[in-house]
């Protein structure tokens, strides 16, 4: 059973457009992170998100955390192709991390 | 922020071989450390738990005699795939935990079993 799912799966756009991917669970977690992983390389975390509301910033990219801190989504604004990568969001219970299956974004010049 | 190494960044061997990745923390401690794999175009699969001082905890359907485990100090795990075949090439990827739980991942280590 996956704790997290994430939508979409897959998405390819063009640069300058805007995108969300969504981050949804049953569970209520501690934490939730987001990271990009680019092919061959390990993820790299993005943000760490552990009030229920939260909303970070991080340049054109904007994560919020749900109420209920079950749910959570980032959205890219003004996309360019060095955002083009696996995009996956993980939620903590202490250390251990469950992770979502991922988005995978593709966005073209 | 934190580093975390991993050796090799791949490696290619014979089926029936045994193949040790190590896994650094290059400049915090870490007395927990997480192994995952990861196939094609798929996500992070936690394989295990490696604990400093005791033993690793596995998840559900990982063989523990398959896949070795060993946390021999506060900046060092190390996962030896026993006696590998084809099936288990994949993507071995390990993290380790700051103290506010953050996740820093290594680069992986890309095993292909001939």
């Known amino acids: 059973t996956q704790l997290l799912e994430q939508s979409p799966q897959f998405l390819s756009i063009q640069e300058g457009e805007n995108l969300t991917v969504y981050c949804n669970s049953s569970s209520v977690f501690s934490s939730l992170q987001w990271y990009r992983q680019e092919p061959g390389e390990g993820p790299v975390l993005l943000v760490t998100v552990v009030t229920g509301g939260e909303v970070k910033k991080l340049k054109r990219l904007t994560f919020q955390f749900g109420d209920a801190r079950k749910d959570s989504s980032l959205h890219i604004t003004a996309a360019q192709p060095g955002d083009t990568g696996l995009y996956l969001c993980a939620g903590g219970f202490g250390y251990a991390l469950n992770f979502g299956k991922g988005t995978s974004l593709l966005v073209t010049p | 922020g934190a580093v975390v190494s991993q050796h090799p960044s791949w490696v290619i061997c014979k089926s029936g071989t045994s193949v040790k990745i190590e896994c650094r923390s290059l400049d915090f401690q870490a007395t927990t450390m997480f192994w995952y794999r990861q196939f094609p175009k798929q996500s992070l699969m936690l394989m295990a738990t490696?604990?400093?001082?005791?033993?690793?905890?596995?998840e559900q359907g990982v063989e523990k005699d398959k896949f070795l485990i060993n946390h021999a100090s506060l900046t060092l795990s190390t996962l030896t795939v026993t006696s590998a075949h084809p099936e288990d090439s994949s993507f071995y990827i390990c993290?380790?935990?700051?103290?506010?739980?953050?996740?820093?991942f290594g680069p992986g280590t890309r095993l292909t079993v001939l």
């Open positions: 993290s380790a935990p700051n103290f506010d739980h953050e996740q820093f």
């Open positions: 490696s604990n400093e001082g005791s033993k690793a905890t596995y």
